[in-house]
């Protein structure tokens, strides 16, 4: 599995890893590249036969990038993201936020601080665009909550 380097968080959370600029862009490129290679089994599965490229692209992705059980409430111009994490502790956890999604990634510590081995990936996409910049997260008794003010147009 890839490694990639997180950030901690400036919040309570100190192990909670939230990514942004360039870790987010590591991640994003990790993520592609599992599912480039699970669209290249399917391809080497069907004895590599053309002409099914988007079909095993789009397999790939469904096996990579699964969907995440969350609760989304808004709330004026806020959107609070609520998921279970019971089983998990701040340090497995890794968290992306777009303005369209936000991408949490479970793993494990590796070796050194800087080290991290994904294992899974959870999408959570919102019902709008949301200012990534100013996220807050929150990670308690096996819970985390996002909580997303929605952005500002630009008209």
């Not at 490694?3 to 600029?21: E, M, V």
């Not at 808004?74 to 019971?86: F, H, Y």
Request: glycine share 6%; with cysteine.
């Amino acid at each position: 599995m890839r490694k990639i380097k997180t950030l901690k968080t400036k919040s309570d959370n100190s192990n909670l890893r939230i990514l942004s600029g360039e870790d987010l862009d590591s991640l994003k490129r990790t993520i592609r590249q599992l599912v480039e290679n699970c669209a290249y089994r399917h391809y080497e599965a069907r004895g590599r036969q053309d002409g099914h490229a988007l079909e095993d692209w789009l397999r790939g992705e469904a096996e990579v990038l699964q969907p995440a059980q969350a609760k989304i409430e808004e709330s004026g111009e806020t959107l609070t993201v609520t998921m279970e994490a019971k089983n998990l502790d701040a340090a497995t956890l890794q968290i992306g936020i777009e303005p369209e999604r936000a991408i949490i990634c479970l793993g494990k510590q590796e070796n050194s601080e800087q080290s991290f081995s994904l294992e899974s990936v959870r999408v959570i996409d919102f019902p709008h665009r949301v200012d990534s910049a100013k996220a807050g997260v929150d990670f308690k008794r096996g819970r985390f909550s996002l909580k997303l003010p929605r952005a500002t147009s630009a008209c």
